[in-house]
């Protein structure tokens, strides 16, 4: 069944241990995002990515930094985790698909299951 | 950049009536606009989602309405049930090509008081 998998699923880790949050799709998407979340509380984009070897950084300043070498793979990498690191991470995924009528459309955002990390 | 708006944060309604929560956008260039539900614990789910060309849409208990003029947006739910309790939130992007994220709202979360 086509999805988004993310693991690991939770993360506890110690203070200044490098990290690597994984994401794959079996969606066939192009399009590739990462969120950070507090729990219940507001989404912030933090990496998204156009395609294979395309990486940009989202609205929220992180210190964390991702790959796209694959289309079905966007892993997220924090060097030194910290304390302030502590969150939820969301991975997602999209694609645009040609409408009815001509032009394209912006299908459905799929969110993966999410990390939740603790840094001691 | 694209600003969203999302009110109430929180919003507490009876069983059975309806529930509303509204959303304005800053950007005149954005046509897209979709509602996603996120259950304790859960991933963000899409539930229903508007394009600018037209003014409402209806899908069973749950209807968008969407004033370009006003840039406002807004979910109703109605006949509100227990399973309606979550945290939701509202996005808007442009589709034209080269605009590749939602902007997503603060999220407002919902409890159905039965």
């Known amino acids: 069944e086509a999805d988004i998998y993310q693991t690991p699923r939770y993360l506890v880790i110690g203070t200044g241990k490098k990290i690597t949050l994984e994401c794959s799709q079996t969606?066939?998407?192009?399009?590739m995002y990462w969120y950070q979340q507090d729990p219940g509380m507001e989404l912030h984009l933090i990496h998204y990515?156009?395609?294979?070897?395309?990486?940009e950084k989202g609205d929220l300043s992180s210190e964390s930094t991702v790959s796209r070498i694959r289309t079905e793979h966007f892993p997220l990498t924090l060097e030194s985790a910290r304390p302030s690191h502590t969150s939820q991470y969301l991975c997602?995924?999209?694609?645009?698909?040609?409408?009815?009528?001509?032009?394209?459309?912006?299908?459905?955002?799929?969110f993966g299951p999410g990390t939740r990390l603790t840094v001691l | 950049g694209e600003n969203v708006e999302q009110h109430p944060s929180t919003l507490s309604v009876q069983e059975g009536d309806s529930a509303v929560i509204k959303c304005t956008y800053s950007?005149?260039?954005?046509?897209?606009f979709p509602w996603y539900k996120q259950e304790l614990g859960k991933r963000p789910q899409l539930i229903i989602d508007?394009?600018?060309?037209?003014g409402e849409k209806k899908d069973q208990r749950i209807a968008v309405t969407l004033n370009k003029t006003a840039k406002h947006f807004s979910l109703h739910i109605t006949e509100t049930q227990p399973e309606d309790s979550a945290v939701y939130f509202c996005?808007?992007?442009?589709?034209?090509?080269?605009?590749?994220?939602?902007?997503f709202g603060t999220g407002t979360r919902l409890t159905i008081i039965p």
């Open positions: 950007d005149s260039a954005s046509n897209y």
């Open positions: 990515s156009y395609g294979v070897n395309s990486t």
């Open positions: 997602a995924s999209s694609e645009y698909k040609l409408g009815l009528a001509g032009g394209l459309k912006y299908n459905e955002q799929f």
């Open positions: 996005a808007a992007m442009s589709e034209d090509f080269g605009n590749e994220k939602l902007t």
């Open positions: 508007i394009r600018s060309n037209v």
């Open positions: 969606m066939g998407h192009d399009k």
